[in-house]
């Protein structure tokens, strides 16, 4: 299948590695001209490399903490004056730290909101203006399968992804009628070095193994195995290309089938 992305400028965020890195080497394979960004300035400019050197495609990069106004303001100046305007964006930003209700306090709320709900505001402020007036545009927003299932002792997470579910919902409402599909993609148990992380904070808080902890998640998945980030950046990919032409304001988890919910 030609995803039509041929040309097209794309941004991803949290692009260094993981989900971030896989979707961006899929949008180069399918010729977009892509910019990567992430915290993490050396990394990223060996990730850029190698995707270009995969792909053969342009491949950007520019570090940027998507928590910052200013970072993010001169991320969007650098790719325009680099590449162009942005058709496509896939917001990713790394998860917030674990923890339950009672372990959290106002500063951890405060730097979750900026790192996972705010950025993607301030993102979709940059690139609307270009995709309406063109009248195209794709957004990918990378949430989590909390929006359709909490996840326990992860309470910051739980509660920022569904207000990133409700933005994307509200805005692919309204520009909708220029041309621009806005979704949202939640990731299950894909084999990262944050599920990782998670998968040893569990093991220590429970006395078990590394690797108990990931057969009793496997045990839940039906597929019977964590995803990887490539399988996750086939799907992106898709949402972000001009083959999606009648997709737009939905939500849809990349889990194996681990959520039950309908």
Same mark, same amino acid.
């Given at each position: 299948?030609?995803?039509?992305?041929?040309?097209?400028?794309? #941004?991803?965020?949290?692009?260094?590695?993981?989900?971030?890195?896989?979707?961006?080497?899929?949008?180069?394979?399918?010729?977009?001209?892509?910019?990567?960004? &992430?915290?993490?300035?050396?990394? #990223? @400019?060996?990730?850029?490399?190698?995707?270009?050197?995969?792909?053969?495609?342009?491949?950007? !990069?520019?570090?940027?903490?998507? &928590?910052?106004?200013?970072?993010?303001?001169?991320?969007?100046?650098?790719?325009?004056?680099?590449?162009? =305007?942005?058709?496509?964006?896939?917001?990713? @930003?790394?998860?917030?730290?674990?923890? =339950?209700?009672?372990?959290? +306090? +106002? @500063?951890?709320?405060?730097?979750?909101?900026?790192?996972?709900?705010?950025?993607?505001?301030?993102?979709?402020?940059?690139?609307?203006?270009?995709?309406?007036?063109?009248?195209?545009?794709?957004?990918?927003?990378?949430? !989590? !399968?909390?929006?359709?299932?909490?996840?326990?002792?992860?309470?910051?997470?739980?509660?920022?992804?569904? =207000?990133?579910?409700?933005?994307?919902?509200?805005?692919?409402?309204?520009?909708?009628?220029?041309?621009?599909?806005?979704?949202?993609?939640?990731?299950?148990?894909?084999?990262?070095?944050?599920?990782?992380?998670?998968?040893?904070?569990?093991?220590?808080?429970?006395?078990? !193994?590394?690797?108990?902890?990931?057969?009793?998640?496997?045990?839940?998945?039906?597929?019977?195995?964590? =995803?990887? @980030?490539?399988?996750?950046?086939?799907?992106?990919?898709?949402?972000? &290309?001009?083959?999606?032409?009648?997709?737009?304001?939905?939500?849809?988890?990349?889990?194996?089938?681990?959520?039950?919910?309908?």
């Amino acid at each position: 299948m030609d995803l039509e992305l041929t040309g097209r400028v794309a #941004l991803v965020t949290a692009a260094s590695k993981g989900l971030g890195r896989a979707t961006a080497t899929q949008l180069a394979a399918e010729g977009a001209r892509v910019m990567i960004s &992430s915290r993490g300035a050396d990394q #990223l @400019a060996r990730t850029a490399q190698e995707i270009a050197d995969a792909t053969g495609a342009q491949v950007e !990069s520019c570090p940027a903490d998507v &928590s910052d106004a200013a970072d993010l303001d001169r991320l969007l100046r650098e790719t325009r004056e680099r590449l162009g =305007g942005v058709d496509v964006l896939v917001n990713n @930003a790394g998860g917030p730290p674990p923890g =339950g209700f009672d372990a959290l +306090d +106002d @500063a951890q709320w405060q730097q979750a909101f900026e790192l996972n709900l705010l950025s993607t505001v301030r993102l979709f402020r940059g690139v609307l203006p270009h995709m309406r007036e063109q009248r195209w545009g794709r957004i990918v927003t990378v949430a !989590s !399968s909390s929006i359709r299932q909490p996840i326990d002792n992860l309470t910051l997470s739980n509660t920022l992804r569904v =207000g990133l579910l409700g933005l994307a919902k509200s805005v692919a409402l309204e520009v909708a009628a220029d041309g621009v599909l806005v979704n949202t993609l939640g990731p299950g148990r894909i084999a990262t070095d944050r599920v990782a992380s998670l998968d040893a904070g569990r093991a220590e808080k429970t006395g078990q !193994s590394v690797e108990e902890v990931r057969a009793q998640s496997e045990a839940g998945i039906p597929l019977g195995r964590y =995803g990887t @980030a490539e399988e996750f950046g086939k799907v992106a990919a898709f949402l972000a &290309s001009g083959a999606n032409t009648y997709v737009t304001g939905q939500n849809f988890l990349v889990d194996g089938g681990m959520v039950r919910a309908i």
